[in-house]
T-cell receptor, first 111, second 113 residues
Framework: EADIYQTPRYLVIGTGKKITLECSQT?????MYWYQQDPGMELHLIHY???????EKGDLSSESTVSRIRTEHFPLTLESARPSHTSQYLC??????????FGEGSWLTVV | QQQVKQSPQSLIVQKGGISIINCAYE??????FPWYQQFPGKGPALLIA?????SEKKEGRFTISFNKSAKQFSLHIMDSQPGDSATYFC????????????FGKGTRLHILP
């Protein structure tokens, strides 16, 4: 079982608020990812990181930002949340790109 | 341009039947083809994977069939059970880009009890 943790699991927040979704992994993986997914739907890569101080935009444009100051930590931030940001956000990590391990997801609802 | 095409989008199978999900790709530089299983409220988890040097891989009731010349691969679930009801994603990895895996759009599988 993968050791990748996301907090909070569920968040309801008002429009305009700043939010940070936390993601931590204890496997020492260099590569980490953020995916956005509506329930049961397609996985959209929004950010990824090769390692510390490395971040790249994914295939789906996102207003969120990420940082990678420590290998094990890859937080995602929305400076000003909007209802269109309502979705599930999945953090993941991998080593050598073979198997991607996903966290259980953070469900964000912006009202 | 979708690099990995998955079908069907949804599938209903009777308990005990065979569930079949198909995927096709264009890029011959893909060298690793995993399948992920996702239950509601959970993140996807690796189910089974195959490399293009073999035509079939079986793990329990789950089998991947791989056709390199047709650039197609499929997941077969034998003796399907209600507990198999989930969303399934096929995926592919580029041999020179091991940092990203390309996912199909997913198939929602429902097994009738």
């Amino acid at each position: 079982e993968a050791d990748i943790y996301q907090t909070p699991r569920y968040l309801v927040i008002g429009t305009g608020k700043k939010i940070t979704l936390e993601c931590s992994q204890t496997m020492g993986h260099d590569k980490m990812y953020w995916y956005q997914q509506d329930p049961g739907m397609e996985l959209h890569l929004i950010h990824y990181s090769y390692g510390v101080n490395s971040t790249e935009k994914g295939d789906l444009s996102s207003e969120s930002t990420v940082s990678r100051i420590r290998t094990e930590h890859f937080p995602l931030t929305l400076e000003s949340a909007r209802p269109s940001h309502t979705s599930q956000y999945l953090c993941a990590s991998s080593v050598a790109g073979n198997t991607i391990y996903f966290g259980e997801g953070s469900w964000l609802t912006v009202v | 341009q979708q690099q990995v095409k998955q079908s069907p989008q949804s599938l209903i199978v009777q308990k005990g039947g065979i569930s079949i999900i198909n995927c096709a790709y264009e890029n011959t530089a893909f060298d690793y083809f995993p399948w992920y299983q996702q239950f509601p409220g959970k993140g996807p988890a690796l189910l089974i994977a195959i490399r293009p040097d073999v035509s079939e891989k079986k793990e329990g009731r789950f089998t991947i069939s791989f056709n390199k010349s047709a650039k197609q691969f499929s997941l077969h679930i034998m003796d399907s059970q209600p507990g198999d009801s989930a969303t399934y994603f096929c995926a592919a990895r580029h041999m020179n880009r091991d940092d990203k895996i390309i996912f199909g759009k997913g198939t929602r599988l429902h097994i009738l009890p």
